[in-house]
């Protein structure tokens, strides 16, 4: 190979991780909230749900944002149930239902921003159904 397609080979791969860099960017800018202090950032708070133990565990998550309502398949509900106490997931009432008493650990955290404070919430209920039943609508992350 001379000197002459050697730079240019160079070149072209520069151009192409500059380029895929460039878009990345682009990419994670316009999937995140507005900058922080931003009043355009509305309420938002990013979900996980994590099924299973330490073992083995599948966890899946998203961004609930509330203004308008997206993140999942019930988010208008999630961020009206939200919205009625304050963004403080321990205080959502719990649903009169009754659960099997089955071990199937099911962890779930939401971190985010209500009313301009921040939320940390982490809990690990015994399993899917009394997860529901505590949080209403807010993971399921399912539709």
């Not at 520069?14 to 509305?42: D, N, Y």
Request: aromatic share 4%; glycine share 10%; proline share 6%.
């Amino acid at each position: 190979m001379t000197h002459t397609s050697t730079a240019t080979a160079t070149a072209a791969r520069r151009a192409a991780h500059v380029g895929l860099t460039a878009a990345t960017a682009l990419l994670l800018a316009a999937a995140a909230p507005a900058t922080a202090g931003s009043s355009a950032a509305g309420d938002h708070l990013y979900l996980m749900v994590t099924t299973g133990d330490g073992r083995s565990s599948d966890t899946r998550g998203t961004l609930l944002l509330c203004d308008p309502p997206q993140g999942h398949g019930r988010a208008a509900e999630a961020c009206a149930q939200l919205d009625s106490v304050g963004g403080d997931v321990d205080a959502l009432p719990p649903a009169d239902v009754y659960c099997p008493m089955l071990y199937a650990p099911v962890t779930v955290q939401a971190d985010g921003e209500w009313n301009g404070r921040p939320v940390e919430y982490r809990r690990t209920f015994s399993n899917g159904c009394v997860m529901r039943a505590r949080t209403g609508a807010v993971f399921a992350l399912d539709g």
